[in-house]
């Protein structure tokens, strides 16, 4: 009975590491601003950005505000067409995609004074060949070769080996059996 509560508490640990998305304040104790010449760049590099990760804006609106652009606005410092505005002063940004995300302080002067961010959503460390062959069960970790067919909803195949998917699947299929242990 005590080697079953250690595995559910392993799997609650587990789940909480799981699903804790980092919040990142832009520009540290600085915070979004031009006062103190910010390296955002710099700053953005020394993160790891993950989907679900949230980025926070803080700064006086009534001096700046935040625009999130296109890459061509970022690098010309357009603000003539937001993709969206945030002027609270205190405005979080949830990650949701990969790739590549830009903002600007919409402020004349500021996004040329160096109030400009660049971050990288980074895509999880993949198993799969970069060659991109067709993706089978032969193909897949072998952490995920353990996930029952049923109960696990299939992932995508682009992302079919990714690690926050097979890590979660894992998890599943460890309180499942956790669950299954403590009903018989
Ligand atoms: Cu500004």
């Known amino acids: 009975m005590a080697v079953r509560i250690l595995v559910a508490l392993a799997c609650i640990v587990v789940m909480l590491r799981l699903s804790k998305a980092a919040v990142y304040k832009v520009g540290d104790s600085a915070g979004w601003t031009t006062i103190a010449n910010v390296d955002y760049k710099l700053w953005a590099s020394t993160k790891t950005f993950h989907i679900g990760d949230t980025v926070l804006f803080q700064y006086n609106p009534q001096f700046h ?11 010309s410092c357009n603000n003539s067409n937001p993709i969206s505005t945030f002027t609270t002063g205190n405005d979080s940004v949830t990650l949701t ?45 072998p952490s995920t070769t353990t996930i029952p067919a049923a109960g696990v909803p299939g992932p995508s195949p682009n992302h079919a080996a ?23």
Not at 164 to 177: E, G
């Open 162 to 184: 990714s690690l926050p998917s097979a890590a979660a699947a894992v998890v599943y299929l460890l309180v499942f059996l956790v669950f299954a242990n403590f009903i018989s």
């Open 97 to 141: 995609n990969h790739g590549h995300h830009f903002f600007l302080c919409g402020v004349p002067g500021h996004c040329v004074a160096g109030q400009k961010l660049e971050l990288n959503v980074t895509h999880p460390v993949s198993f799969t060949p970069l060659s991109d062959p067709p993706i089978s069960s032969s193909l897949s970790p």
């Open 65 to 75: 505000n935040v625009m999130r652009v296109t890459h061509a606005m970022y690098r």
